[in-house]
């Protein structure tokens, strides 16, 4: 099932969900004041929702079955609508950094950036050996590895990303992320499903130059990542019983594929990084947490850059496609 966050003519943001074969939002408000038997109330923001997702979860699931039946102010055509983020206001943002290889990948860019010899020498080492000298700190095969985003920044489907006036260097990330339906602390890895909504996918837009030196001053990432319509989410949120355990994944810009991955190369799961976040604080419905970028999706991976006016689409098998446009530097 796939919820989503739509605005109307007004420009006000709606609940709904997508209909069983996928070209029609339903008004989750108008079909539980037309049905009468659940309080609209509890669709009036995606948010609100999550906070008694048990209740929304099937009264949402039984409308999505059963459009043709449905007073026709119900039906709204997806083509006809404009999408907002599904959860627009997060309750928080954490992301990770769960891939080994775009780690990897990452360092020797840079390595070839600052010598080539020395990142010659250690792709010739993993040609000879499996594996090279640049790898991550201890630290990161420990524990998850994370930093805490800015939630007030969050755009969705289709929204303009604006290139930030202080960066030369703006990057897109292939991620995606969880949504948290149901609260809890100390949550075991076990235990973790019953905690996720479902899963949507997210573009974290890096300002790279900016990126490095705050990395050099052994705080970060900060305003490299905090500027506005920088995280883009969506383009709705599949239920997690909807997706499957290993997703597949590709990045397109202008509808060149620059990468693709599967999330089964995590070195750590969405379930143990919920059991890590939630060791002694508690997690509540409407947190994001996002899965860190899929090796070779990114462009500091590929040294190739996004220019303003590029469209970068993020695509995974059964969740859908996440689109959105840079246009020109802000301020």
């Avoid at 989750?28 to 609100?48: H, K, N, P, T």
């Avoid at 999505?64 to 999408?83: F, G, I, M, Y």
């Avoid at 397109?252 to 190369?265: L, M």
């Avoid at 899929?294 to 996440?322: M, S, T």
Wanted: proline letters at 6%; charged letters at 25%; hydrophobic letters at 40%.
């Amino acid at each position: 099932m796939k919820l989503v966050t739509y605005f109307d003519a007004e420009g006000r943001p709606r609940t709904g969900v997508l209909s069983s074969d996928e070209t029609s939002v339903i008004d989750l408000v108008v079909a539980a004041e037309s049905l009468g038997d659940v309080d609209a109330g509890l669709f009036e923001s995606m948010l609100r929702m999550l906070d008694d997702f048990d209740v929304a979860k099937v009264f949402a699931l039984r409308v999505s079955e059963s459009a043709d039946s449905l007073p026709p102010d119900t039906v709204l055509p997806l083509s006809e609508l404009r999408l907002a983020a599904p959860l627009p206001r997060p309750g928080s943002l954490r992301d990770c950094l769960a891939f080994e290889r775009h780690l990897i990948g990452c360092m020797r860019t840079v390595a070839r950036w600052k010598s080539r010899p020395v990142a010659a020498l250690d792709a010739g080492l993993e040609r000879i050996f499996g594996r090279g000298f640049l790898r991550p700190p201890n630290v990161w095969y420990r524990q998850p590895i994370y930093y805490k985003g800015n939630p007030g920044s969050v755009v969705g489907h289709e929204a303009e990303v604006r290139w930030p006036s202080f960066t030369q260097k703006l990057d897109f990330e292939l991620e995606f992320a969880i949504v948290i339906g149901r609260g809890g602390v100390n949550i075991p890895a076990s235990r973790a499903r019953e905690h996720i909504a479902g899963f949507c996918l997210f573009n974290d837009f890096s300002a790279r130059d900016i990126q490095f030196d705050e990395m050099a001053g052994r705080l970060g990432p900060a305003k490299s990542k905090d500027f506005d319509t920088g995280n883009a989410l969506g383009p709705w949120i599949v239920t997690a019983d909807s997706v499957p355990e290993a997703l597949q994944l590709r990045v397109r810009v202008n509808g060149e594929e620059w990468g693709s991955g599967c999330s089964a190369d995590m070195h750590f799961s969405m379930e143990e990084i919920v059991e890590y976040i939630s060791r002694d604080e508690t997690l509540f419905p409407g947190d994001v947490i996002g899965s860190g970028t899929v090796p070779g999706c990114c462009g500091l991976e590929l040294d190739r850059w996004i220019q303003p006016g590029d469209v970068v689409e993020l695509e995974a098998d059964g969740i859908g496609v996440l689109r959105n446009r840079v246009v020109g530097v802000s301020g």
